[in-house]
């Protein structure tokens, strides 16, 4: 009989966008299990990154657990997201999560979204 390989993690976190997490979280104005990560339809690439608070885990989220901070992974993202690296980034006018995502296949010029394709292969 085969035996199942393991599952890769669908997201891992930067030291600095844990860090930021954490702070953000230790700010909240009531309590909260972990921080959701998900994409939604819109911008003019087709798709946009968005976080929320989730004050309680879905059972179908992919938890994630990574230096101290726990995402929930919205079940509609798990292959938009496969294999991304969510760091935070401070500039002189900007500070923001940013998404190295190995799916995203283009930008829009602003920044505010992408065009994803859903995970096929092996991730890295």
């Known amino acids: 009989m085969a ?3 393991p599952r890769p993690q669908v997201m891992r976190l930067a030291e600095a966008a844990a ?3 954490k702070a953000v979280m230790a700010k909240a104005d009531r309590p909260i299990a972990a921080m ?6 819109g911008g003019c690439a087709g798709m946009s990154y968005y976080m929320e608070y989730a004050e309680k885990t879905d059972p179908l ?3 994630i657990e990574d230096k ?3 995402i929930l992974v919205d079940p509609k ?3 938009f997201l496969l294999g991304t690296e969510m760091d935070y980034k401070v500039d002189k006018l900007s500070a923001q999560f940013v998404f190295n995502n190995p799916n995203q296949t283009a930008a829009c010029g602003c920044g505010e979204s ?3 394709e859903p995970a096929t292969g092996e991730v890295r």
Not at 36 to 41: A, D, Q, S, Y
């Open 3 to 5: 035996t199942p390989r």
């Open 19 to 21: 860090e930021r997490i």
């Open 36 to 41: 959701r990560v998900g994409v939604k339809n």
């Open 61 to 63: 989220d992919e938890v």
């Open 68 to 70: 101290g901070v726990r």
């Open 77 to 79: 993202a798990v292959l």
């Open 114 to 116: 992408v065009q994803l």
